[in-house]
C-alpha cells in the first residue's frame, strides 16, 4: 500500500479479505511478524534440551558416584569385618601364648628395640615383686636400681647387636627389702 511503512518486527496489520481465482476468498485477519516469536520458541526448545540433556548427564553422574560410594561402603564393610577378625585371632593367639609362657616356672621375657618389656610371664613378677601392669612397657632403669639396670642394658644390647644369647648373674634388692638374684 502507498503510504504505509514496510512491515517490521513486531508490527501488526489489519488484513482484509482477498479475492482469490478461482472465486474463494483468504482472510488474513491480523498480521504479525512471528519471526521474534519463532525464534523465542527455538531458543526456549533448544534450552529446554540442553536442559534436559544436562540433566540427564547429571544423573548419569550422580548414579556413577552413587556406585562408587556403594563401592566404597562394602570395602570398608569388609575391612572392618577382616580387621575385627585379625582382632580376635591376635587376641587368641594372645591368650595362648600366655598360657604356654606361664606354665613355665622360670622367669621369662621378651623386650623391644628401646630395652622395654613387651611380655613377661608369673615367673618374673614372682621374682621382681611387681605386677605384670607395672613392667610391661618399661625397662630396667624403671625397675632397677641404677647400676644394675645398666649392667642388663649392657648385656641386652649386646644380644640385640650380636643375635646371640649371654648368661650372667646380678643381685639386686627386691620390693621387699630382700637381696635377689637374677
Known amino acids: 500500500a502507498v503510504g504505509q511503512q514496510p512491515f517490521a518486527a513486531g508490527h501488526r496489520q489489519h488484513a482484509l479479505p482477498r479475492p482469490l481465482e478461482n472465486g474463494g476468498c483468504l482472510w488474513h485477519g491480523i498480521l504479525t511478524d512471528i519471526t521474534d516469536y519463532m525464534q523465542l520458541k527455538f531458543l526456549q526448545q533448544h534450552r529446554a534440551d540442553q536442559l534436559t540433556h544436562d540433566l540427564k548427564h547429571q544423573q548419569r553422574a550422580r548414579e556413577a558416584l552413587q556406585q562408587q560410594w556403594d563401592r566404597l561402603q562394602n570395602l570398608l564393610e569388609t575391612r572392618n569385618r577382616q580387621l575385627q577378625e585379625t582382632e580376635q585371632n591376635l587376641q587368641k593367639s594372645q591368650e ?39 613392667i610391661i612397657g618399661k625397662d630396667d632403669f624403671d625397675l632397677f636400681p641404677q647400676a644394675q639396670a645398666a649392667e642388663i642394658w649392657k648385656h641386652d644390647s649386646y644380644v640385640q647387636q650380636t643375635g646371640r644369647g649371654c648368661s650372667y648373674e646380678l643381685e639386686y634388692p627386691g620390693t621387699d627389702g630382700s637381696l635377689r638374684t637374677l
Request: hydrophobic fraction near 40%; proline fraction near 3%.
Open 96 to 134: 595362648f601364648l600366655d598360657k604356654i609362657i606361664n606354665t613355665m616356672a622360670d622367669p621369662l621375657f621378651v623386650k623391644d628395640r628401646n630395652h622395654r618389656y613387651v611380655l613377661i610371664n608369673e615367673g618374673v613378677c614372682l621374682l621382681s615383686g611387681h605386677q605384670r601392669h607395672e
